[in-house]
């Protein structure tokens, strides 16, 4: 009978979605929208933008989800409203100066919508992203 150590190992494996983020190595994943959001840029002014920052305080969201609620009173607002087909745009851009780049994410859907009435209205994805806002903030103040 020999003086022997015995050693014990517990291990414990982290929870499954933990480790599909560990596995990520910082990727944003999105478990309960898989393959339903998109990312879209809008470009915002500075004014519009410091709006959109108070009511991410004042809600306690962030600006993608804000921006989903903007988009979709857009959305019923406009078919509301009879939408005169405008001419093709010339390929020139019309670039507004001191915008900030805001990346949101948005339903796929909506994206798909605004695609659309970019096409329909003339207008490109940022500035009817920036009307939907401007519609949205400006209701949310009345309130």
């Keep these: 009978m020999g003086n022997g150590i015995t050693l014990y190992f517990e291990t414990k494996l982290p929870p499954r979605v933990r ?3 560990l596995g990520g190595k910082g990727v944003k994943k999105y478990y309960g929208d898989a393959g339903r959001l998109l990312s879209v840029l809008f470009g915002l002014t500075p004014e519009q933008l410091k709006k959109l920052e108070n009511e991410v305080k004042k809600t306690h969201s962030d ?3 804000i921006s989903r609620k903007a988009v979709d009173t857009y ?4 078919n509301k409203k009879k939408i005169v087909p405008q001419p093709l745009p010339s390929y ?3 670039s507004v100066l001191g915008l ?9 859907d909506q994206a798909e919508w605004l695609r659309s009435m970019a096409e329909l209205t003339g ?3 940022s500035q009817l992203g920036r009307d939907a806002l401007d519609e949205y903030l400006a209701e949310r103040e009345n309130q």
């Design 92 to 94: 020139q851009k019309h």
């Design 123 to 125: 207008k490109t994805i």
């Design 19 to 21: 480790r599909n983020l």
């Design 63 to 65: 600006r993608s989800n």
């Design 100 to 108: 900030k780049t805001v990346s949101v994410t948005l339903r796929k």
């Design 75 to 78: 959305w019923l607002n406009q």
